[in-house]
């Protein structure tokens, strides 16, 4: 049901992955005399894996009928996640350079609160799919 908490979880997760990396900035540019904000929208392909990441996620709270499934989607949006952290940290290797100057925003860190929150809700998932069990066992 939409009323549970791993819902609730995946839901943040959501406007974690759909919303958050529109408002913060990924990274700074600084050049002599100019600084250069860069958002999701400056890369397609941070664009579409922050995409696929919200959406695999909202598919994920509305398959809440079928627990093993919404807890496989919930595996997979992590991995994507992981990827996505990946891009990050090599960019932030790889930013640093002669003539420019930049700082790390807060943009790059939110697949990992979207991969704690995920954690969260497969925990809950486990702990519905458990009770569920010993419920059986009784009848």
Known sequence: MLQRIQSLYMALSAIVTGALPF????WTLKTDN???AV?????????MLF????????ISIFSFKKRQNQFVLNRLNMILNFILLGFFVYRSLNLSGGTLVSEKGIGMFLPAIS????????????KDEDLVKSVDRLR
Do not use: D, H, M
Request: glycine content about 2%.
């Open 23 to 26: 408002v913060f900035e990924l």
């Open 51 to 58: 995409g696929l990441v919200t959406i695999l996620t909202i």
């Open 115 to 126: 991969i704690v929150l995920l954690v969260l809700a497969n925990k809950a998932i486990k």
């Open 39 to 47: 958002f999701i929208t400056s890369s397609a392909l941070y664009l």
């Open 34 to 36: 100019q600084s250069t």
